[in-house]
């Protein structure tokens, strides 16, 4: 049980375009989903934290208008990067809480995202 | 700032043998840790954690030790094994902060044949 899965594996993208990460928790009914971005040989870097139904909270110096997490249902997180350039090429790993386990993250499998 | 872990570090060792990896916190108030396993182009593992009222916790095969004093935490694994193989984050986290994890720069271990 609780298995998280993201969507796609890897995207390679033009610069200026925008691109969506799904996260999904196939059995469960994830409370929190956080969104974590990691560069080559560097640790994992919290972006911001989404609950269902409400406006993320993102890190200090995330730029939420850049980085869009929309978080529809209990089950579903996705993660736009708008207008994406060289520079926001990364691994991006998702991650979710169940309801009355907070303490608990389970993780998905990360996407590849490398922008040309 | 709040910073977890040190500088990443390579630590080799012979299959078979016991392998303990690093972690230094600087937050006090932190009351959760956990150990993670990234193998390369995955998601993050959990392998073991330990709250702060506990200074040991073993799994198989592994076990981890906390200092509170020195606000150092440890991972032994024992008979270590190629599928070890992999890099090996500490993470720190705590209640007043909705369990948001805060991870070390992480050690890569490399099993030996």
């Known amino acids: 049980g609780a298995v998280v899965s993201q969507h796609p594996s890897w995207v390679i993208c033009k610069s200026g375009t925008s691109v969506k990460i799904e996260c999904r928790s196939l059995d469960f009914q994830a409370t929190t989903m956080f969104w974590y971005r990691q560069f080559p040989k560097q640790s994992l870097m919290l972006m911001a934290t989404s609950n269902e139904g409400s406006k993320a909270t993102y890190e200090q110096g995330v730029e939420k208008d850049k980085f869009l997490i929309n978080h529809a249902s209990l089950t579903l997180s996705t993660l736009t990067v708008t207008s994406a350039h060289p520079e926001d090429s990364s691994f991006y790993i998702c991650?979710?809480?169940?309801?009355?386990?907070?303490?608990?993250?389970?993780f998905g499998p990360g996407t590849r995202l490398t922008v040309l | 700032g709040e910073s977890v872990g040190l500088h990443l570090p390579t630590l080799s060792v012979q299959e078979g043998d016991n392998s303990i990896i690093n972690c230094a916190y600087s937050?006090?108030?932190?009351?959760?840790f956990i150990w993670y396993k990234q193998e390369s182009g995955k998601g993050p593992q959990f392998i073991i954690d330990?709250?702060?009222?506990?200074d040991k916790r073993q799994g198989q095969r592994v076990t981890v030790l906390l200092n509170k004093t020195v606000k150092h935490l440890s991972l032994q694994i024992a008979a270590t094994q190629p599928g070890d193989s992999a890099v090996y984050f500490c993470?720190?986290?705590?209640?007043?902060?909705?369990?948001?994890?805060?991870f070390g720069s992480g050690t890569r271990l490399l099993v030996r044949p």
């Open positions: 991650s979710a809480t169940v309801q009355g386990a907070i303490d608990e993250q389970f």
């Open positions: 937050n006090s108030a932190s009351d959760y």
């Open positions: 330990i709250r702060s009222n506990m």
């Open positions: 993470a720190e986290s705590r209640m007043d902060s909705s369990y948001k994890l805060i």
